[in-house]
């Protein structure tokens, strides 16, 4: 079992950052990778990036592609999402999400932290 609680969400300016944080708990061992997605009002869950919990190898969507990005601490089990250059567009829900090692979905999520950018 893991648990994850996001956090660092808020009101922000376009153009300005942010940086969400997302606490793991339990069995974290168990985790081979860390993603973050978000879903806006009316839309689909979109995928926004991963690390991999071992190397700190990441990869984006292209929507967020040099204005994110996705780090961990693993001394905390903590990993992090930094938003900088933000637009409108960014507005969701942001949730982070853990992979299991063996698993092929993301069996493990977040309860969101509201991300909102004002223009």
């Known amino acids: 079992q893991v648990q994850l609680v996001e956090s660092g969400g808020g009101l922000v300016q376009a153009g300005g950052s942010l940086r969400l944080s997302c606490a793991t708990s339990g069995r974290t061992f168990s985790i081979s990778a860390m993603g973050w997605f978000r879903q806006a009002p009316g839309k689909e869950r979109e995928f926004v990036g991963s690390?991999?919990?071992?190397?700190?190898?990441?990869s984006y969507a292209d929507s967020v592609k040099g204005r994110f990005t996705i780090s961990r601490d693993n001394a905390k089990n903590t990993v992090y999402l930094q938003m900088n250059s933000l637009k409108r567009e960014d507005t969701a829900i942001y949730y982070c999400?853990?992979?299991?090692?063996?698993?092929?979905?993301?069996?493990?999520w977040g309860q969101g932290t509201q991300v909102t950018v004002s223009s």
């Open positions: 690390v991999n919990w071992s190397d700190g190898s990441t």
């Open positions: 999400a853990a992979f299991r090692r063996g698993a092929y979905e993301y069996e493990y």
